[in-house]
């Protein structure tokens, strides 16, 4: 019987410096709906991309106000342990910036 096998190493396939994202105004909306994607290799694709827009304070409230923090959320339940590494990764860069600390409540 074959067994499954999860490897904390990136797959092969997959170089973090040929990830495409939409540029300008689009680039959340965009990495937005392919976290929810059902491809494997798009949500951790955008992930990579998001840790490094995360960087930038503007983009870490941006995301906020889109949503993106309820899609990582839900990732950090996500079967494959690359997107939630990956996931944890952005969900650090977020709360590090003094942005990521202080969110909107409204919602609450």
């Keep these: 019987m074959?067994?499954?096998?999860?490897?904390?190493?990136?797959?092969?396939?997959?170089?973090?410096t040929q990830i495409t994202t939409a540029y300008g105004h689009r680039a959340?909306?965009?990495l937005?709906?392919?976290?929810?994607?059902?491809d494997?290799?798009?949500r951790q694709k955008?992930?990579?991309?998001?840790?490094?827009?995360?960087?930038?304070?503007?983009?870490?409230?941006k995301a906020m106000n889109i949503g993106c923090m309820e899609n990582l959320k839900a990732l950090l339940?996500?079967?494959?342990?690359?997107?939630?590494?990956?996931?944890t990764e952005v969900l650090y860069?977020?709360?590090?910036h003094s942005v990521g600390r202080s969110s909107d409540r409204k919602g609450e």
């Design 77 to 87: 339940k996500d079967s494959n342990s690359m997107v939630r590494i990956k996931t």
């Design 32 to 38: 937005k709906e392919e976290l929810q994607s059902e």
């Design 46 to 61: 955008a992930l990579m991309a998001l840790c490094d827009l995360m960087h930038d304070p503007e983009c870490i409230y």
């Design 40 to 42: 494997l290799q798009t």
């Design 93 to 96: 860069i977020t709360a590090s």
């Design 28 to 30: 959340l909306p965009k």
């Design 2 to 16: 074959a067994h499954s096998h999860n490897s904390l190493e990136l797959p092969i396939n997959i170089n973090a």
